[in-house]
T-cell receptor, first 112, second 115 residues
Framework: SQQGEEDPQALSIQEGENATMNCSYK?????LQWYRQNSGRGLVHLIL?????REKHSGRLRVTLDTSKKSSSLLITASRAADTASYFC????????????FGKGMKLTVNP | GAVVSQHPSWVICKSGTSVKIECRSL??????MFWYRQFPKQSLMLMAT?????????EQGVEKDKFLINHASLTLSTLTVTSAHPEDSSFYIC???????????FGPGTRLLVL
């Protein structure tokens, strides 16, 4: 079953602009993770934010988490053409399982 | 570090044959491996979770006799698609983790086409 829902589902921007992707989920979580997938390839882990954290940074990435609204956002600043990919949020729910429940994904296109 | 490989990267087979996909953690011991399936332009759907030395746990709706999973060592898990049919054509991705990690490390995926 899928838990997360990314918004928007597709985004096209110019190089240098910022890209913001939102993710909503339905249940309580241990953590929320963002992954990137280049076309036809595996997933690359970008960043993890725990349920007791509100914001996290990694390079050009900024992730926020609002557990009261069950939502997260991923901000990519100063985008590059190489950022073109699909982005997925995934949650780990409490209960001891390490299972990731993925959202539907969002296709980001950064035009040079 | 944390590299996961899959083999083969793509496979074409005739309907009715069985196909084995290998997933290896190259530089760490994976206590848990996960198998996902992804249809074009869709998200990843977890098929099963396998722990080394024990039977895999399958997600609802996934036929365990159809998708055989073996996790015989801490670095290798295999997925066998038995009696493959065209509807089994998909992108299969594995991931691996151990007790020290909060994240999963993904393989590059295997594209299966059943004719």
């Amino acid at each position: 079953s899928q838990q997360g829902e990314e918004d928007p589902q597709a985004l096209s921007i110019q190089e240098g602009e910022n890209a913001t992707m939102n993710c909503s989920y339905k249940t309580s979580i241990n953590n929320l993770q963002w992954y990137r997938q280049n076309s036809g390839r595996g997933l690359v882990h970008l960043i993890l934010i725990r349920s007791n954290e509100r914001e996290k940074h990694s390079g050009r990435l900024r992730v926020t988490l609002d557990t009261s609204k069950k939502s997260s956002s991923l901000l990519i600043t100063a985008s590059r053409a190489a950022d073109t990919a699909s982005y997925f949020c995934a949650t780990v729910v409490p209960g001891g399982s390490e299972k990731l429940v993925f959202g539907k994904g969002m296709k980001l296109t950064v035009n040079p | 570090g944390a590299v996961v490989s899959q083999h083969p990267s793509w496979v074409i087979c005739k309907s009715g044959t069985s196909v084995k996909i290998e997933c290896r953690s190259l530089d760490f011991q994976a206590t848990t491996m996960f198998w996902y399936r992804q249809f074009p332009k869709q998200s990843l759907m977890l098929m099963a979770t396998s722990n080394e030395g024990s039977k895999a746990t399958y997600e609802q709706g996934v036929e365990k006799d159809k998708f055989l999973i073996n996790h015989a060592s801490l670095t290798l898990s295999t997925l066998t698609v038995t009696s493959a049919h065209p509807e089994d054509s998909s992108f299969y991705i594995c991931s691996a983790s151990n007790l020290l990690q909060e994240t999963q490390y993904f393989g590059p995926g295997t594209r299966l086409l059943v004719l």
